[in-house]
């Protein structure tokens, strides 16, 4: 018995690492992936159910086919994946001499390499939407991600003559960071890079600076983003919403803005009651407006930019793959690819 | 004059398709002789185009589908040119004229305006990128024409089906290393630029398909029952996932890439 348990075992191993079980699980990986791309993904099981019917619906949610490249059984996938490959080169390890057989080996290698990168990310990436307004500082304590200190010196956005935007530009710099101190310019395509932690130009908007007085007497000065809701803090559940027109202009259908630069500024600014606009006004800057108990001026406007810090240790590791996986196509390739009489 | 040049462009593929189809009815030499003549006036009409956009642009046509497209089709016929020097067939010029012809009929329906760089496209990994993905993609359109005429020919015992399974060969082996290539450069643009070296965005994930199809047929022609047709099957499937990314996947499934 233990014998045929053995050859059984055996059997089923030499299967896993044969050529042929190498093609169907490349070509399940091929199919998995592809499905990810035709079901839309990250949408509410009950999307699911009422887009594909309660049969196939249901089908999808009990597979998460939903959030496939997230699902416990692709990851599984991808597990089998690098075992296979990881049994496979040890098998092959002993016939490993010339440069194509090494450099196939290092080849298979590195997508082992890669996939356990990707699985390192996994499970310590981290990383949070920082948005900054010129000349203010953050902590990245309160981010997650340990001390020091995350400054906006200046944002500029670049236009192209036909007022395309041409590249964002943010003056930012990290102090008292773990990897020393970093004072840089940062555009789409140039992150800064601190160590495992870099920071990203990944959006912007304009910060509007208010001064709101109730009831003739308590005055403060807040920074509301554009677009925000900015609760006043009373009992009756008021706020206010701003929305900001850096190039004002009106034709028949209202207010709108001309360009995304500051030509004519001008600040729309709602008074809500229970979520319900209940007032409205249009203000120059240094303009006031009176609204009920409460009285408003418009003070200034800048830009805040939109940061994106990530922290991932398992990205060194991937790119170490790639490396490794393009030496070793060549080794494997080399004379097929650049000697004449090929293979 | 841009316009007029297309045209001319156009009108010498449609030429060439028919002079090779005339070519399978009338053995007659001079039409073999001739076969040639509007692939090479293609390729300078093109060269034309492209030397005068990136006149226009100041940098090389890479940025969108529409450039992606006209500098595929010079390549491919680069490539055709290079393999015809040891493989005559007139199914083969058949088939690729065939084959460019449609894809050059495609190019008339993408806008071809000239545009600036968006931010996310100034990098220095666009050339790289792109120009690597077409590359690839021609070497696999090439091994494609070649995967139908292995399997239009019947007869196993025809020996140029040796030769052309050793063509397919080494093109899907250039078009393997340079879609990795072009794979890993987009992974570490992506990176630099969206902070997320994979995001299993439709285009990218598109192109790993590709990747694991071709990974697929280099494994099968090393194995007993799927070498021969069965792999020439993988070559021909290859190129049509290839299509799907190019052109299904902007116009089906929109994403990151959609600037494309
Ligand atoms: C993403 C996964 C994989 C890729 C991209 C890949 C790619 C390749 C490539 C390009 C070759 C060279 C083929 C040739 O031209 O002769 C090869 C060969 C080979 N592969 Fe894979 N492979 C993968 C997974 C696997 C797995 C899972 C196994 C084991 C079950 C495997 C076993 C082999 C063997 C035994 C060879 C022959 C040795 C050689 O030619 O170097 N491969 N593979």
């Given at each position: 018995?233990?014998?045929?348990?053995?050859?059984?075992n055996r059997?089923?191993?030499?299967?896993?690492?044969?050529?042929?079980f190498?093609?169907?699980?490349l070509?399940?990986?091929?199919a998995?992936?592809?499905?990810g791309?035709i079901i839309?993904?990250?949408q509410s099981?009950a999307?699911y159910l009422?887009?594909?019917?309660?049969?196939?619906?249901a089908v999808i949610?009990?597979?998460?086919?939903?959030n496939?490249?997230?699902?416990?059984?692709f990851s599984?996938?991808?597990?089998?994946?690098?075992?296979t490959?990881?049994?496979?080169?040890f098998?092959?390890l002993?016939?490993?001499r010339?440069?194509a057989?090494v450099?196939?080996?290092?080849?298979?290698?590195?997508i082992?390499?890669?996939l356990?990168g990707?699985?390192?990310?996994?499970?310590?990436a981290?990383?949070a939407m920082?948005e900054?307004?010129?000349?203010?500082t953050?902590?990245?304590?309160?981010?997650?991600?340990?001390?020091?200190?995350l400054?906006?010196?200046?944002?500029?956005?670049?236009y192209?003559?036909?007022?395309?935007p041409?590249?964002y530009?943010?003056?930012?710099?990290?102090t008292?960071?773990?990897?020393?101190?970093?004072?840089?310019?940062?555009?789409?395509n140039?992150?800064?890079?601190?160590?495992?932690?870099?920071?990203?130009q990944?959006?912007?908007g304009w910060?509007?600076?208010?001064?709101?007085?109730t009831?003739?007497c308590?005055?403060q000065v807040?920074d509301?983003?554009?677009?925000?809701v900015?609760?006043?803090g009373?009992?009756e559940?008021?706020?206010?919403?701003?929305?900001?027109?850096?190039d004002?202009a009106?034709?028949q259908h209202?207010?709108?803005s001309r360009t995304?630069?500051?030509?004519?500024p001008?600040?729309?600014?709602?008074l809500?009651?229970?979520?319900?606009?209940?007032?409205?006004?249009l203000?120059?800057?240094?303009?006031?407006?009176?609204?009920?108990q409460?009285?408003f001026?418009?003070?200034?406007?800048?830009?805040?930019?939109?940061?994106q810090?990530?922290?991932?240790?398992g990205?060194?590791?991937?790119?170490?793959?790639?490396?490794?996986?393009?030496?070793?196509?060549?080794?494997?390739?080399?004379?097929?690819l650049?000697?004449r009489e090929?293979d | 004059?841009?316009e007029?040049?297309?045209?001319?462009t156009?009108?010498?593929?449609?030429?060439?398709?028919?002079i090779?189809?005339?070519?399978?009815?009338l053995?007659?030499?001079?039409?073999?002789?001739a076969a040639?003549?509007?692939?090479?006036?293609?390729?300078?009409?093109?060269?034309v185009?492209?030397?005068?956009r990136?006149?226009?642009?100041?940098?090389?046509?890479?940025?969108n589908?529409?450039?992606?497209?006209v500098?595929?089709?010079?390549?491919?016929?680069?490539?055709?040119?290079f393999?015809?020097r040891s493989?005559?067939a007139?199914?083969?010029?058949?088939?690729v004229?065939l084959l460019l012809t449609?894809?050059?009929?495609?190019?008339?329906?993408?806008?071809?305006?000239?545009?600036?760089?968006?931010p996310?496209?100034?990098?220095?990994?666009?050339?790289?990128?792109?120009?690597?993905?077409?590359?690839?993609?021609?070497?696999?359109?090439?091994?494609?024409?070649l995967?139908?005429?292995?399997?239009?020919?019947t007869?196993?015992?025809?020996?140029?089906?040796?030769?052309?399974?050793r063509?397919?060969?080494?093109?899907?082996?250039?078009?393997?290393?340079?879609l990795t290539l072009?794979?890993?450069t987009?992974?570490v643009?992506?990176e630099?630029?969206?902070g997320?070296?994979?995001?299993?965005?439709p285009?990218?994930?598109?192109?790993?398909?590709t990747?694991?199809?071709?990974a697929?047929?280099l494994?099968?022609?090393r194995?007993?029952?799927w070498r021969?047709r069965r792999?020439?099957?993988l070559?021909?499937?290859g190129f049509?996932?290839?299509l799907?990314?190019?052109y299904?996947?902007?116009?089906?499934?929109?994403?990151?890439?959609?600037?494309?």
């Open positions: 018995m233990p014998d045929k348990q053995n050859k059984g059997n089923l191993l030499s299967w896993l690492t044969s050529m042929r190498a093609i169907y699980l070509i399940l990986v091929g998995v992936s592809a499905l791309t839309p993904q990250g099981p999307f009422y887009t594909y019917g309660n049969g196939t619906g949610n009990l597979l998460s086919l939903g496939l490249y997230q699902a416990w059984w599984l996938l991808m597990l089998i994946l690098g075992l490959i990881l049994i496979c080169s098998q092959r002993r016939h490993a010339s440069l057989t450099g196939s080996l290092v080849f298979h290698l590195s082992v390499v890669i356990s990707a699985a390192w990310s996994l499970g310590y981290r990383s920082v900054v307004a010129e000349q203010q953050v902590a990245l304590a309160d981010y997650g991600f340990g001390s020091g200190q400054t906006l010196h200046s944002f500029v956005i670049d192209y003559p036909d007022l395309q041409r590249q530009i943010s003056d930012i710099s990290l008292g960071y773990e990897q020393g101190d970093h004072h840089l310019k940062i555009n789409v140039n992150p800064l890079r601190a160590g495992n932690l870099k920071i990203y990944s959006n912007w910060m509007l600076k208010i001064k709101l007085t009831n003739g308590s005055t807040v509301v983003k554009d677009y925000d900015f609760p006043l009373s009992g559940d008021n706020a206010i919403r701003v929305v900001f027109l850096p004002y009106e034709d209202g207010a709108f995304s630069q500051p030509n004519a001008c600040l729309g600014l709602s809500l009651q229970s979520g319900r606009a209940v007032d409205m006004a203000m120059a800057p240094g303009e006031e407006a009176q609204m009920g409460y009285s001026t418009f003070e200034d406007f800048s830009y805040y930019s939109g940061l810090l990530k922290y991932d240790p990205v060194t590791l991937v790119f170490a793959g790639f490396i490794l996986l393009l030496l070793g196509l060549l080794g494997r390739y080399w004379r097929l650049f000697s090929g | 004059m841009a007029k040049l297309f045209m001319v156009f009108v010498m593929l449609v030429l060439a398709v028919l090779n189809l005339a070519r399978l009815w053995p007659v030499s001079w039409l073999d002789k040639p003549l509007p692939m090479y006036l293609t390729a300078a009409c093109l060269l185009i492209l030397a005068w990136t006149a226009d642009l100041g940098r090389l046509p890479l940025a589908m529409y450039e992606f497209s500098f595929m089709v010079f390549v491919i016929l680069l490539g055709y040119f393999i015809r493989l005559t007139v199914e083969f010029d058949l088939a004229s449609l894809l050059f009929a495609m190019l008339a329906s993408l806008p071809s305006d000239l545009r600036p760089l968006m996310a496209l100034q990098s220095r990994w666009l050339t790289a990128h792109v120009a690597t993905a077409i590359m690839a993609y021609s070497a696999f359109a090439i091994a494609f024409c995967g139908i005429i292995y399997l239009s020919r007869n196993q015992e025809d020996p140029s089906l040796k030769v052309i399974d063509q397919v060969y080494r093109l899907v082996v250039w078009g393997f290393v340079l072009a794979i890993i987009g992974a643009w992506a630099e630029v969206w997320n070296w994979w995001s299993w965005d285009k990218e994930t598109w192109s790993l398909v990747w694991v199809v071709y697929a047929y494994h099968a022609r194995t007993k029952e021969g792999s020439a099957w070559v021909v499937i049509l996932v290839v799907f990314t190019l299904g996947v902007s116009i089906l499934l929109p994403g990151l890439h959609s600037y494309a």
